[in-house]
């Protein structure tokens, strides 16, 4: 489990890499329906609270945070769950053309493992 000051680490972390002031987080989340003031948006990213789980994603959704669990820290194995929206468009348009695998594996550098794999 993150601490409080974990999240705060990165709230603060993913405003700044968006170039947003505090004020404009606060009149985001006002016009998205969740009214705060700026001393709010300080104390999350001080640690002295934390939004809640709607302010949260919407927090997520203005900074643009795809894989929320790995910018908060989790570091699970790759499962569909963590894959943002172009890594998924990937695999299935990878999965349809089925001539150009071959090919998409040798630009990765992944046909040896893969015909190894399918010799075992």
Known sequence: ???KNSISNVLKEYRKRNNYKVSEVAI???NEGKPVA???VYGWESGQSLPDAECLIKLCALYNIVNVPRAFGYK????SSSLSAHETEV???YRQASNMQNAVDRLLGIEQE???ISAT
């Open 76 to 79: 699970n194995n790759i499962d």
């Open 114 to 116: 893969h015909s190894n």
């Open 91 to 93: 695999i299935r348009r």
């Open 28 to 30: 985001y989340l006002s």
């Open 38 to 40: 700026e001393k709010t």
């Open 1 to 3: 489990m993150l601490s």
